[in-house]
């Protein structure tokens, strides 16, 4: 993927749709992916309701437009629903600026202001965001950029330890490009809105019954 990706190609990226969650095995065994790192992954940030009945993750980048929509309707459904659980992680995968947005944003994570960091930088519009335009929008979140800077060093290798969890893990599941998200064990690989979200969210209830 490049710089200026078009939408077509993000479409033609995100052909996928609604399906159920598929853990390709051989990879899954050679990576040592688990459902647990799917969805419990206590590197992996989250918010929404902890106790939630559904857990959805939520696959992203910092240049994902796409991204950022659809997390918009993410954003409104999770506040009006009251009961679902979100994990985020991040795949930084469209231009190097996409690799600094996810630094800063874990490393924000130590003094407990990632979803700060997190909302300050997918409100910024664009494909290829400059790192000075992510930096103002981080210093423009009150958080302490000294700390965050000394805390991105200190913990370089826990953070790409992360991101490199974060692809092992979307390349298990089977997902082509961005934007994706589980919702239970569905997997979209596309911007849905809010009507759309909603009625995914509807089936995996379903079907998580179902399973009982």
Do not use: W
């Not at 065994?29 to 009945?53: H, L, Q, R, W, Y």
């Not at 600026?97 to 409100?123: N, P």
């Not at 103002?136 to 950029?145: M, P, Q, T």
């Not at 998200?181 to 009507?195: I, M, P, S």
């Amino acid at each position: 993927m490049t710089n200026g990706i078009s939408r077509k190609q993000f479409l033609r990226l995100a052909g996928l749709s609604a399906s159920l969650i598929a853990i390709d095995t051989a990879r899954a065994e050679e990576d040592a992916i688990t459902e647990d790192m799917v969805f419990n992954d206590p590197e992996s940030p989250t918010s929404g309701n902890p106790k939630g009945d559904l857990t959805i993750v939520d696959f992203f980048d910092y240049n994902c437009p796409y991204c950022k929509n659809g997390e918009k309707a993410l954003d409104a459904v999770v506040k009006r629903d009251g009961n679902i659980r979100v994990v985020y992680k991040e795949l930084p995968i469209l231009s190097p600026t996409s690799i600094i947005g996810a630094r800063l944003a874990l490393a924000a994570r130590y003094q407990d202001k990632y979803l700060v960091v997190h909302e300050a930088l997918m409100d910024l519009p664009g494909y290829s965001v400059p790192q000075d335009f992510m930096m103002d929008a981080v210093r423009k979140a009150n958080v302490d950029l000294l700390r965050l800077s000394l805390d991105e060093k200190r913990h370089s290798d826990d953070i790409v330890r992360v991101l490199k969890t974060n692809l092992a893990v979307a390349q298990a599941v089977g997902f082509q490009g961005l934007p994706a998200t589980l919702v239970g064990v569905y997997k979209v690989n596309e911007a849905l809105n809010e009507k759309g979200l909603e009625r995914v969210i509807a089936d995996a209830r379903t079907r998580q019954k179902a399973k009982g």
